[in-house]
Nanobody, 112 residues
Framework: QVQLVESGGGLVQPGGSLRLSCAAS????????MGWYRQAPGKQRELVAA???????NNADSVKGRFTISRDNAKNTLYLQMNSLKTEDTAVYYC??????WGQGTQDNVSS
């Protein structure tokens, strides 16, 4: 059974950057859909960014121009580069890999 392990979260000041990683214990080469979601306190989990097997990506309007999703099939890893972070980006971030499931979540706090 493939498992997902997230890393890279933490505390950062507004305007700063973080890079999240989601490492799979098996191959993700054939996976058609992968994404990053987030859930802030008192809010529903929302899709932040997604990437498909052909490399096509889409981002939520709230993060366009700031977040970039990518995948490295050779390393079986999904990434989320987050730049120009805002306090409203504070949330628990989860990776999702189709046919595998969810990562354990990583807390990202954007605060001065």
């Amino acid at each position: 059974q493939v498992q997902l392990v997230e890393s890279g979260g933490g505390l950062v000041q507004p305007g700063g950057s973080l890079r999240l990683s989601c490492a799979a214990s098996g191959s993700i080469f054939s996976i058609r859909f992968m994404g990053w979601y987030r859930q802030a306190p008192g809010k529903q989990r929302e899709l932040v960014a997604a990437i498909r097997s052909g490399g096509r990506t889409n981002n939520a309007d709230s993060v366009k121009g700031r977040f970039t999703i990518s995948r490295d099939n050779a390393k079986n890893t999904l990434y989320l580069q987050m730049n120009s972070l805002k306090t409203e980006d504070t949330a628990v971030y989860y990776c999702y890999v189709d046919e595998v499931g969810w990562g354990q979540g990583t807390q990202d706090n954007v605060s001065s």
